[in-house]
């Protein structure tokens, strides 16, 4: 993967509010842990040099205040360059999150990005897209979708979760896609069984594919594994979720190996957060 990224932006901007509101999510609490939000932000310089697959990463205090100190790294889940708008789409598991979850149209946020490699989108003649999501890990992907369904490129996608309640954005994610095939693990929507078992199918009979996947690193592990499959080897891009801290590659805390010999290690914040498949070892 390239190394080379635009410098990033830190800007002041102004929520303008989220089309679908507050999403119930599964496991809520009446703290609110649990929901999921989207936020929508008019944020031009970033939506202007932007790419699917990258993130930004947000100051969640009030101006002025610093607890909590930490940013928080949030995929770009929509980009709209003709508003200068960005979206993010997030989960309530904290005081951070939960700042966020409360901001209301016309409050300010602090924010850097657009940070890390993104997703690449050029596609040869004949490979169609294969979007894969595992819970919150559609969040880059219908930036993606919409982005690859601009340039007209052929698409699928697939979207698992534990529940029906679980499964989100779908709606956003198939008005670029067209039907987004579903599983869940308790058969209360699609599939009952794994996402990965729904790419197994799309895999037997999409010609030239090119799998694009987020989600928890057991669904990426199995994603990984399908690619290299010998004798089927397949072009595929994984989107890693960890913890961050700088955002930037300086702290070293989100390392990941090499899959190449050797023991050299890449920052998912820099290098990343979107690998080549055969670029990392997952749960090593």
Known sequence: MPSVVRAPIRESVRV???????????????????LFHRLRL????VADAARPGQFVHVRCAPPGQWDPLLRRPLSLHRIDRSRGE?????RVVGRGTGFLAGLAAGDEVDL??????GFPTDLAPGETAVL????IGVAPLVALAEELAAKGAPLVAAAGAQT??????????GKAAG???TATDDGSAGHRGFVTEVLAGLLDHVARPVVYACGPEPMLRRVQAMLAEEGRRRRGYLS????????????LGCAIRQAKPGTAYYHVCHDGPVFAAEEVVLGG
């Open 164 to 173: 029906a309640e679980g499964l989100l954005a779908v709606e956003s994610l």
């Open 240 to 251: 890693l979720e960890t913890r961050m801290a700088c955002g930037v590659g300086a702290c």
């Open 132 to 135: 894969v999501a595992g819970g």
């Open 179 to 181: 039907e987004v095939l």
């Open 86 to 90: 960005i979206e993010v789409l997030f």
């Open 42 to 45: 008019q944020a031009p310089a």
């Open 112 to 117: 850097i990005g657009p940070l890390g490699q």
């Open 16 to 34: 303008v509010g989220g089309p679908d509101g507050r999403i119930a999510g599964p496991g809520m609490a009446g703290d609110g842990l649990g």
